[in-house]
């Protein structure tokens, strides 16, 4: 089946051409890791948004660490920006539900404070990711 018979009296489990494409394919494959974890998904395109109200605050690339306070009518919300991703590390709304969600690293994701009025966002390359699959 499949050309196995023809092989068995010759002793040789592959033929040349058949080590050569096993080969091709392994070096395929390391190339795309190499190309994902050496080149990373954060090329400097990437920036976390922080709108409030509507109304776009700050514009910060995921470049190196940072902390933000946003105020809101004497409430707040503090914004931790690192490299791979954000948090709202702390608020003082009432359900907390922003301080809840934890670090967002993926781009399209957001965090949005009802109370506060306030939605952040990791604004960039997001056709990478899969929403929902049909049939």
């Known amino acids: 089946m499949f050309g196995c018979d023809k092989m068995k009296g010759s002793g040789r489990w592959f033929k040349r ?49 940072r902390q933000i306070t946003v105020e809101w009518q004497d409430e707040y919300n503090v914004i931790r920006i690192e490299e791979d991703g954000f948090s709202v590390i702390e608020a003082d709304c009432p359900d907390l539900l922003c301080v809840q969600q934890g670090k967002v690293t993926e781009a399209g994701t957001s965090v949005i404070c009802l109370p506060h009025r306030l939605v952040v966002y990791i604004d960039g390359d997001s056709e990478n990711t899969v929403d929902a699959l049909t049939d």
């Open 17 to 65: 051409a058949d080590i050569y494409l096993l080969a091709a394919i392994f070096m395929c494959v390391i190339m795309a890791f190499a190309f994902h974890f050496l080149l990373g998904r954060n090329d400097g395109a990437e920036c976390v948004v922080i709108e409030q109200d509507g109304e776009v605050l700050y514009r910060i690339p995921l470049t190196k660490l």
